[in-house]
C-alpha cells in the first residue's frame, strides 16, 4: 500500500513540477541559495517541490485554479538554524484522493516574510498565527495577525532553535 | 423594534459548555450574535517544542494527551509517522489489531460527541449517560489491552506493544452484537425529539465551498455533503480492505453533523465486524520483532495523516538523524476546524453558539497543545 502511495506522490510532485516550470518558472528558487554547514546534516537536501517565497501565493492560487489541488491542509514551520533559514512547509490535496502535494519555501531568518494564504484560504488563518507566534514569521496580507497561544506580552518567539528558556528553576537539574 | 446598544459578552475560559479552558468575545445585538472571536492558549504547554526535546519513542505516551478522548488514534497517526521516516514494516496481525483499536475509539468519540449536545442544551446528563455507558465498555476493552482506560499508550513502532488478551475477542463480539440496539436508541433520541429538532436544524450551516477553503475536515466536512474520508482518498494501515460507506449531510448544519457522526459509528461497526472475521487469518504477531523502538531515522522528512474521529490528524517530522525528532508538528483536526466558528455563529442566537461550538467535536488538548 505504501508504495503505491510513494509511487503517486512522486508522479504527482514532478506532474506539479513540470506544470509550474511551464507556467510560473520564475517561482522556482534555485537550489543552494542557503548554505550548508559543513559536517553537519543537511536538512535543505529534498526532492519536494522548493518555491521562491516571495511566489507562494501566485504557486498555490496556480495550483488551485489549474491542477485542481483546492484543499490547504497543513502549513508547518520549520527553524533550520545551522541552515541560516526558516523553512514553510505546506500540504495540499486534491478533493478526489491521493496524497499530498508538499510545497517548501525557504526565508532568510534576519527578515522572515512572505505573502499570506489567508485571503484565498480562510482556513490559514489559524495556521499562520501560530507560525507567526511561535517563529515569528510575518505574513503579509494576514487580516488578524497576533499571538494565537502566548499571551500578547510575551517577548521572544518560543519554537525557535536559539530560544533562550529562561526563568524555570527545573532548567538547571 | 427597540433599538439597542451593542453589548459585549465575554464566554469562558472557565464555563462548562466550552468543552475544556477556551474562551469566546461575542459582541451582541439584543441577543443576536454580530461577531465572534475565539481566544486560546489557556492548555498551552507548547507541546511540539517538548516533542522535540523526547527522544521517539518517549512522544508515544506525550501523544495521548493530545485529544485525550481518541488516544489510539493519536497514538496510530504518531506510529504511522515515525514508520514512514524509519522505514519499518507492520505485520498483518498488528495492523488488524491497530484498526481494531482505532474504530472502537471512533464510536466512543461520537457517542461521546452526542452525549454532551444534549448536556448543551440543558437537557442535564440523562442522555450524556447512555453514552457514557457505552463508552465505559469499550474502556474496558482498551484496559484490557493496554492496562489503561484513557491514556493508553498501546501502539510501538512496527505494531502494538503487546498482543490480545484471550478474553479480548469474545469481550468484543459481545460488544458489537448489543451496539445496533445502542446506536439505534442514540438515533431515536435525535431524530425523534422536537424541541432537539428545532435547536438544531438550519443552525450553524457550513456550505461546500466554505468547508472547503476553511480547510475542515472529518465529519464536519461530510455533513457539508463532501464524500472525503482519508480511509478512502488516501488508505493508509489496512483500510483498502474493508468495505464501508461515507456518510454524507444534505444541509450542513449541526443537525447533519450528528447524524453523519451515527452513520460513522454504524459504519465503524461494519469495519470491526470485518476485521474479527479476517483476523485469525492475519499472518505474522503483534509486533515487528526487527524493530527498534530506539529509532534513529534517516535524515529527511515524512507526513502522515489519518482520519481520526475528529478530522485529518497529521504529523509532520524531521528528523536530522539522531535519536529526538528536529521537528514535530501536529495538524491538529479540532483546532482547523474552529476556524470557521465565528461565521457559524454571526446571525444566530447567543444561546446556539454552544450548540454549534459543541458540533465541531473540540478537545482543549489538542486545540492548545
Redesign the interface.
Known amino acids: ?2 508504495d503505491d ?1 510513494s509511487e503517486l506522490s512522486a508522479r504527482q510532485r514532478d506532474e506539479a513540477r513540470a506544470a509550474l516550470q511551464r507556467d510560473l518558472p520564475f517561482a522556482l528558487s534555485p537550489s543552494g541559495s542557503f548554505p550548508s554547514p559543513e559536517g ?4 535543505l ?2 526532492s519536494d517541490i522548493v518555491v521562491e517565497a516571495q511566489q507562494i501565493a501566485a504557486v498555490a492560487r496556480y495550483l488551485r485554479a489549474s491542477l485542481n489541488y ?5 502549513i ?1 514551520a ?2 533550520l538554524l545551522a541552515h541560516g533559514c526558516f523553512e514553510l ?1 505546506y ?1 495540499f ?1 486534491r ?6 502535494l ?1 510545497i517548501k519555501t525557504r526565508l532568510p531568518r534576519e527578515k522572515p516574510e512572505l505573502p499570506s494564504l489567508t485571503p ?8 499562520e498565527r501560530e507560525a507567526y507566534d ?1 517563529f515569528g514569521i510575518v505574513f503579509k496580507g494576514h487580516p488578524d495577525l497576533r ?5 500578547d506580552e510575551f517577548e521572544g518567539f ?2 525557535r532553535k536559539d530560544f533562550v528558556r529562561q526563568g524555570d528553576k527545573y532548567l538547571s537539574e | 423594534m427597540l433599538s439597542t446598544d451593542e453589548l459585549q459578552i465575554n464566554i469562558g475560559p472557565q464555563h462548562p459548555s466550552t468543552h475544556g479552558v477556551f474562551r469566546l468575545l461575542t459582541r451582541l445585538e439584543g441577543e443576536t450574535i454580530i461577531e465572534l472571536t475565539p481566544v ?2 489557556y492548555l ?1 504547554r ?1 507541546h ?2 517538548l516533542g522535540e526535546a523526547n527522544s521517539y519513542l518517549q512522544n508515544m505516551p506525550f501523544t495521548d494527551r493530545l485529544d485525550y478522548f481518541n488516544s489510539m488514534a493519536n497514538n496510530h497517526a504518531y506510529a504511522l509517522a515515525v514508520e ?1 521516516l524509519a522505514g519499518i514494516e507492520v505485520p498483518e496481525r498488528a495492523e488488524y489489531i491497530r484498526v481494531i483499536m482505532v474504530e472502537l475509539t471512533r464510536i466512543l468519540n461520537h457517542a461521546g460527541a452526542i452525549g454532551f449536545l444534549f448536556n448543551d442544551m440543558g437537557a442535564w446528563q440523562t442522555q450524556l449517560a447512555f453514552s457514557m455507558r457505552e463508552r465505559e465498555k469499550i474502556l474496558d476493552l482498551f484496559e484490557m489491552v493496554s492496562g489503561a482506560r484513557m491514556m493508553c499508550n498501546y501502539f510501538r513502532f512496527g505494531g502494538v506493544v503487546r498482543d490480545l488478551p484471550p478474553e479480548f475477542l469474545p469481550a468484543l463480539q459481545d460488544l458489537l452484537e448489543a451496539m445496533p440496539a445502542f446506536i439505534d436508541e442514540l438515533e431515536r433520541l435525535l431524530s425523534e425529539n422536537e424541541i432537539l429538532l428545532a435547536r438544531t436544524q438550519n443552525i450553524g450551516i457550513l456550505p461546500k465551498e466554505l468547508a ?6 472529518g465529519p464536519m466536512l461530510r455533513a457539508s455533503g ?1 464524500p ?1 474520508d482519508i480511509r ?7 483500510y ?1 480492505r474493508f468495505d464501508f460507506d461515507i456518510p454524507i449531510g444534505s444541509v450542513g448544519d449541526v443537525y447533519d453533523r450528528f447524524l453523519v457522526r451515527i452513520e460513522e459509528m454504524r459504519q465503524s461497526r461494519r469495519i470491526l465486524l470485518q476485521a474479527l472475521e479476517q483476523l485469525p487469518d492475519a499472518t505474522g504477531s503483534h509486533i515487528n520483532p526487527k524493530a527498534r523502538q530506539n529509532v534513529r531515522p534517516p ?1 529527511g ?1 515524512a ?1 502522515t ?1 489519518i482520519e481520526s474521529p475528529k478530522g ?1 490528524l ?1 504529523f ?1 517530522l ?1 528528523s ?2 539522531s535519536t529526538k525528532p ?2 514535530y ?1 501536529i ?1 491538529a483536526p479540532s ?2 476546524n ?3 466558528l465565528g461565521d457559524l455563529c454571526r446571525g444566530h442566537k447567543i444561546a446556539d453558539v454552544v450548540v454549534i461550538l459543541g458540533s465541531i467535536d473540540i478537545v482543549l488538548g489538542e486545540v ?2
Open positions: 500500500m505504501s502511495n553537519g546534516p543537511d536538512l537536501a529534498t483546492i484543499y490547504l491542509s497543513n508547518t520549520v527553524d512547509v500540504h490535496y478533493l478526489s484522493g491521493g496524497p499530498a508538499t484565498f484560504w480562510p482556513g490559514a488563518a489559524f495556521q511561535l499571538r494565537i497561544y502566548m499571551w518560543p519554537m | 486560546f492558549g498551552h507548547n511540539e517544542q514512514k472547503i477553503s476553511y480547510s475542515v475536515t463532501i472525503y478512502k482518498a488516501e488508505p493508509y494501515s489496512i483498502d535524515v522528512d507526513y495523516r485529518e497529521g509532520y524531521v536530522d538523524g528536529y521537528r508538528k495538524r483546532f482547523i474552529l476556524t470557521p492548545d497543545r
